[in-house]
Structures are given as structure tokens and as C-alpha cells.
């Protein structure tokens, strides 16, 4: 998963040798089978509910023109740029595990677009993640072919010109090619590498910041002690626990024991099990991408064995289904852990609700002044606008290709519709920061200490947040504070910096 995540940043990427062999022997299979003119699907026959018309051999490489040319259908806005090679590094990967039938040229072209920066231009919109992200790839594989339109050096231009500024050629499509170019599952598989990587990175700051708030909400973190989740084994509920009580070590603004105040909201007490949960499905989802990187996901596969016997089996490794769950049951935990971030907020600015701990809406001056209480506003618009984006796209199938592709997992839907929650989620988080780091502050005053006083990683994470946010102590636009939180969060700045605090302890 990584690796993708790294190659979509702009990490060069080259072909293992070893690999050659492997697709050369599938390529020479699929030659003989046109040779032979038997009828295999894809090589030999038409698609879909065209399975049955049967096409000559000087028409095969009509045929992958065709297909690529009619199946790039692609509606909606642009992929970015760092999506798309995701999805060039992830189809590039499948197609050289030598059971797709094509050259190793054409695998060769897409890594040579790659590290020369030519992003082709495809929308969003249009695949079942089904018979693989067909239309995506199809706009991809018009760029392999000198058509289409590609991004280099910021410039949008025709695919062909593309590649010439790139001093790269166009292949010209061979039996077997174009429909191994389409029939996978490269957007959802790429796009899904990208979000569970942020996804990792969100949960850990969301740690962070549910242990800022806890300080400074003058609450206990009497709910994290080991033992108690040693009652209750789940890995990365004890996992999220320990790391709770390693970000507040030393802290000196939680409250100790205290007869008239025993137990926190649950927001706060329940950390481990509602975040360790997340973690979870998170773990989940990169479990199923690290094994979907490396599969053979298109159709037919040709098999061939030591003797030379040629075997091709139309299956369905092209079913987006794995990737789609996975995908659907990440952004509903995700939207769980944006409620659970959202509802700390509210209680930051809410003296009613924290008790008189913090002024309400973290001001001095309240009535002359709002604070901060339209930051919590923010955070409940995108919190509920999660709830409507988690309703699993798996649940729904429609069919297709008059009812011969009759169920469908919507696999690009789903991590499309989890990449809209991360980012959601990412914002809330930044908004519990910032609403976290005001509330330190008044209550370091109350108590007439200063900010060594937090714990060995929320001081950290205080520092940080303080060098790009200062204390707000009058009405300002908060818009540009917010975005500042935000960028902490989905570039990795908090988490990384607390980390590496904490593995120096």
C-alpha cells in the first residue's frame, strides 16, 4: 500500500526484470490462440453480450481499439493527479505478474508515464466496479494508445502530444490488450491505497487530539489504565489505550480522583473502544488492499503450463466486491470517529456541558464576542454530511450489458465516497485542535502554570498547533485557522512529530 501511496507522490518506478518471462510466455499463449483462431473471449469474441460474435484475426487489433475507444464513458470532475497514478502503478503491477496476455512494452509505457509526469486525464465517474473500472481505465489506456488527454508539467493536452513532450511513443494494442488494460480493478484498488493511508494517519491525530481535549476538559484518564482492557482483548482497543496513556504522561492538568466527579462523557471515556474499533476496520481495509495490489484481477486468465498446454478461464476476478466492503465498512468508521470528535468539540465550547471549565465558546468577552462557537458549527455541517455519504455503495447493484453483468459491487463509488469522508473527518479533527488548544490555554492561566504542564505527546502537539495558530483572544475570520488545523492533520505534521516524540521517550 505504501509503495502505491509513494509512487502517486512522484517516487520513480521501474520493471523487474524477473517479471519478463512470465508475461512473454502469456503473450506468445495468446498469439498461438489467434493463430489457431480459437474462440476465447476477449481475443477472438466480442464483449459482454457481444461474448458470442466471434472476430476474425485481422480484426483483433480493431477490436482493443474499438473497445478502449467506446468504453472511455467517464463523467464528473477530473481524478487528481496523484489518484490516477495510483492507478497506473496498481494496473502496471497486475499486468506484470504475467497472466494478462500483454507485451511487456505496454506494461513498460505506463512506467515510463509515470516517472516522466504524464497523468491522464480521467473522470471520475463511470464505473460499476464490476467488469473492473472499465471506463476510468479506458480513458487511461486512450493515453497508451496516443489518444485521450494527459496532464505533463501542469498542461493539459492531447494524449499523443502528451507522450511526444515526454519523448515517449504510443503502442499500438494487440489481441488481448486493450481488455486487459480495462477489466480490473486499478481505480478502487489505487484510490483505496490512498485512503487508508490517510486513513492510518487520522486515527492516531484523532488520538492526539482527544487526549487535548481531555486536558483540557479537566478530565481523567483513570478509563485508560491497562488493566481494564486486558478485560476485554481487543488488539487495537488495548493498542489505542496504551498509546492514550503514553501521549499524557506526566500531564499535570487531569483530574485525580475526586468522589464528586468519578466519570467523564463518554466521548472522552470511551476513546479506546470507539477509536480502537476504527482501527480496526482501518486494518481491515489494508488488509484487502495489500492482497488486491497483488492479484490478477482482469479476464480472461491464460494459463500455461511446463508442456505448453494453454488453458483460459473466463472468471470474475475483476468483481470490485472485497475492495467495495472493505472500502463502505472504512468510511462508516470514519464517520463514527467524525462524531466522536465533532461531539468533543461541542463540549469545548459548551461551559453548560464541560461543567464551567472553559468560558462558553472559549471567550472572555462573551456576547460582544461569538469565539469560537461557529467552529463547532463546521464540525457538526461535515459530521452530518458523513452520515449520508456512509450509506454503504455495496448494498446497491444494477445491472448491465443487457442483464450479462447482472450484479455489480460499485467498488469505485464506495472509495470515492470514503475519500469524501476522510477529508471531512480530517477538517473535524483540525476544528478539535484548534478548539483544544484555546481551551489549554485558559485553563494553564486558571491555574497560573504554562504549557509544560501537558502530557510528553499532547505538549507536542500543543507546540505545533501553537506555531501555526496563535492564541485567538478576539473575533477574526476563522476560515484560514481552520484550514491551518486541517493541513496538521491530513499532512501527517501532528502525528509525526508526536511519534517521533514519544520514541525518544
Same mark, same amino acid.
Given at each position: 500500500?505504501?509503495?502505491?501511496?509513494?509512487?502517486?507522490?512522484?517516487?520513480?518506478?521501474?520493471?523487474?526484470?524477473?517479471?519478463?518471462?512470465?508475461?512473454?510466455?502469456?503473450?506468445?499463449?495468446?498469439?498461438?490462440?489467434?493463430?489457431?483462431?480459437?474462440?476465447?473471449?476477449?481475443?477472438?469474441?466480442?464483449?459482454?453480450?457481444?461474448?458470442?460474435?466471434?472476430?476474425?484475426?485481422?480484426?483483433?487489433?480493431?477490436?482493443?481499439?474499438?473497445?478502449?475507444?467506446?468504453?472511455?464513458?467517464?463523467?464528473?470532475?477530473?481524478?487528481?493527479?496523484?489518484?490516477?497514478?495510483?492507478?497506473?502503478?496498481?494496473?502496471?503491477?497486475?499486468?506484470?505478474?504475467?497472466?494478462?496476455?500483454?507485451?511487456?512494452?505496454?506494461?513498460?509505457? %505506463?512506467?515510463?508515464?509515470?516517472?516522466?509526469?504524464?497523468?491522464?486525464?480521467?473522470?471520475?465517474?463511470?464505473?460499476?466496479?464490476?467488469?473492473?473500472?472499465?471506463?476510468?481505465?479506458?480513458?487511461?489506456?486512450?493515453?497508451?494508445?496516443?489518444?485521450?488527454?494527459?496532464?505533463?508539467?501542469?498542461?493539459?493536452?492531447?494524449?499523443?502530444?502528451?507522450?511526444?513532450?515526454?519523448?515517449?511513443?504510443?503502442?499500438?494494442?494487440?489481441?488481448?490488450?486493450?481488455?486487459?488494460?480495462?477489466?480490473?480493478?486499478?481505480?478502487?484498488?489505487?484510490?483505496?491505497?490512498?485512503?487508508?493511508?490517510?486513513?492510518?494517519?487520522?486515527?492516531?491525530?484523532?488520538?492526539?487530539?482527544?487526549?487535548?481535549?481531555?486536558?483540557?476538559?479537566?478530565?481523567?484518564?483513570?478509563?485508560?489504565?491497562?488493566?481494564?482492557?486486558? %478485560?476485554?482483548?481487543?488488539?487495537?482497543?488495548?493498542?489505542?489505550?496504551?498509546?492514550?496513556?503514553?501521549?499524557?504522561?506526566?500531564?499535570?492538568?487531569?483530574?485525580?480522583?475526586?468522589?464528586?466527579?468519578?466519570?467523564?462523557?463518554?466521548?472522552?471515556?470511551?476513546?479506546?473502544?470507539?477509536?480502537?474499533?476504527?482501527?480496526?476496520?482501518?486494518?481491515?481495509?489494508?488488509?484487502?488492499?495489500?492482497?488486491?495490489?497483488?492479484?490478477?484481477?482482469?479476464?480472461?486468465?491464460?494459463?500455461?503450463?511446463?508442456?505448453?498446454?494453454?488453458?483460459?478461464?473466463?472468471?470474475?476476478?475483476?468483481?470490485?466486491?472485497?475492495?467495495?466492503?472493505?472500502?463502505?465498512?472504512?468510511?462508516?468508521?470514519?464517520?463514527?470517529?467524525?462524531?466522536?470528535?465533532?461531539?468533543?468539540?461541542?463540549?469545548?465550547?459548551?461551559?453548560?456541558?464541560?461543567?464551567?471549565?472553559?468560558?462558553?465558546?472559549?471567550?472572555?468577552?462573551?456576547?460582544?464576542?461569538?469565539?469560537?462557537?461557529?467552529?463547532?458549527?463546521?464540525? /457538526?455541517?461535515?459530521?452530518?454530511?458523513?452520515?449520508? %455519504?456512509?450509506?454503504?455503495?455495496?448494498?446497491?447493484?444494477?445491472?448491465?450489458?443487457?442483464?450479462?453483468?447482472?450484479?455489480?459491487?460499485?467498488? /469505485?463509488?464506495?472509495?470515492?465516497?470514503?475519500?469524501?469522508?476522510?477529508?471531512?473527518?480530517?477538517?473535524?479533527?483540525?476544528?478539535?485542535?484548534?478548539?483544544?488548544?484555546?481551551?489549554?490555554?485558559?485553563?494553564?492561566?486558571?491555574?497560573?502554570?504554562?504549557?509544560?504542564? %501537558?502530557?510528553?505527546?499532547?505538549?507536542?502537539?500543543?507546540?505545533?498547533?501553537?506555531?501555526?495558530?496563535?492564541?485567538?483572544?478576539?473575533?477574526?475570520?476563522?476560515?484560514?485557522?481552520?484550514?491551518?488545523?486541517?493541513?496538521?492533520?491530513?499532512?501527517?505534521?501532528?502525528?509525526?512529530?508526536?511519534?517521533?516524540?514519544?520514541?525518544?521517550?
Amino acid at each position: 500500500m505504501d509503495d502505491v501511496v509513494a509512487v502517486a507522490h512522484g517516487r520513480p518506478v521501474g520493471l523487474d526484470p524477473a517479471a519478463v518471462p512470465a508475461m512473454m510466455r502469456s503473450r506468445a499463449a495468446v498469439e498461438q490462440l489467434v493463430t489457431e483462431g480459437r474462440v476465447v473471449y476477449g481475443i477472438t469474441t466480442g464483449f459482454g453480450r457481444f461474448k458470442d460474435r466471434v472476430v476474425s484475426a485481422d480484426e483483433v487489433r480493431q477490436l482493443q481499439l474499438n473497445l478502449v475507444r467506446s468504453h472511455a464513458v467517464g463523467v464528473g470532475p477530473d481524478l487528481p493527479e496523484e489518484a490516477v497514478r495510483a492507478m497506473m502503478v496498481a494496473r502496471a503491477n497486475t499486468l506484470a505478474l504475467g497472466y494478462s496476455g500483454v507485451r511487456p512494452a505496454v506494461v513498460q509505457l %505506463l512506467l515510463d508515464m509515470l516517472n516522466a509526469g504524464v497523468t491522464p486525464r480521467i473522470p471520475a465517474q463511470g464505473s460499476l466496479g464490476a467488469s473492473g473500472d472499465l471506463a476510468p481505465l479506458a480513458h487511461l489506456a486512450l493515453v497508451v494508445v496516443g489518444e485521450g488527454e494527459a496532464r505533463i508539467g501542469g498542461q493539459l493536452m492531447d494524449g499523443g502530444a502528451a507522450l511526444a513532450a515526454a519523448g515517449l511513443r504510443p503502442v499500438v494494442l494487440e489481441a488481448k490488450e486493450g481488455l486487459a488494460l480495462l477489466n480490473g480493478t486499478a481505480q478502487m484498488v489505487g484510490m483505496g491505497a490512498l485512503f487508508t493511508r490517510r486513513a492510518i494517519n487520522l486515527v492516531l491525530t484523532a488520538d492526539i487530539a482527544a487526549c487535548l481535549s481531555l486536558e483540557a476538559l479537566h478530565g481523567t484518564d483513570r478509563a485508560y489504565d491497562a488493566r481494564v482492557h486486558a %478485560l476485554r482483548p481487543h488488539p487495537r482497543q488495548i493498542n489505542c489505550a496504551d498509546f492514550l496513556r503514553r501521549l499524557l504522561d506526566g500531564s499535570r492538568l487531569l483530574r485525580r480522583d475526586d468522589p464528586r466527579h468519578v466519570q467523564d462523557a463518554y466521548t472522552l471515556r470511551c476513546v479506546p473502544q470507539v477509536h480502537g474499533a476504527v482501527r480496526d476496520a482501518i486494518a481491515y481495509a489494508q488488509w484487502v488492499i495489500d492482497i488486491e495490489l497483488n492479484t490478477v484481477n482482469d479476464n480472461p486468465i491464460i494459463f500455461v503450463a511446463d508442456d505448453g498446454t494453454i488453458d483460459v478461464i473466463s472468471a470474475g476476478n475483476f468483481h470490485g466486491e472485497p475492495v467495495a466492503l472493505a472500502m463502505d465498512y472504512g468510511a462508516l468508521a470514519l464517520t463514527d470517529l467524525g462524531n466522536m470528535s465533532e461531539r468533543r468539540c461541542a463540549r469545548l465550547v459548551d461551559a453548560d456541558s464541560n461543567g464551567g471549565v472553559l468560558p462558553m465558546f472559549l471567550t472572555d468577552r462573551g456576547g460582544l464576542e461569538s469565539g469560537l462557537m461557529m467552529a463547532q458549527y463546521t464540525a /457538526a455541517a461535515l459530521a452530518s454530511e458523513n452520515k449520508v %455519504l456512509a450509506h454503504p455503495a455495496s448494498s446497491d447493484s444494477i445491472p448491465t450489458s443487457a442483464n450479462v453483468e447482472d450484479h455489480v459491487s460499485m467498488g /469505485a463509488a464506495a472509495v470515492r465516497q470514503a475519500g469524501q469522508i476522510v477529508a471531512h473527518v480530517e477538517t473535524i479533527v483540525g476544528i478539535e485542535l484548534l478548539l483544544a488548544a484555546q481551551g489549554v490555554d485558559f485553563r494553564c492561566r486558571a491555574m497560573g502554570v504554562d504549557a509544560a504542564c %501537558l502530557g510528553a505527546g499532547t505538549g507536542v502537539a500543543y507546540h505545533l498547533i501553537r506555531e501555526r495558530i496563535p492564541f485567538l483572544d478576539a473575533d477574526v475570520p476563522l476560515s484560514p485557522h481552520i484550514e491551518a488545523a486541517r493541513r496538521l492533520v491530513a499532512e501527517g505534521t501532528l502525528k509525526w512529530a508526536v511519534e517521533e516524540r514519544l520514541q525518544m521517550a
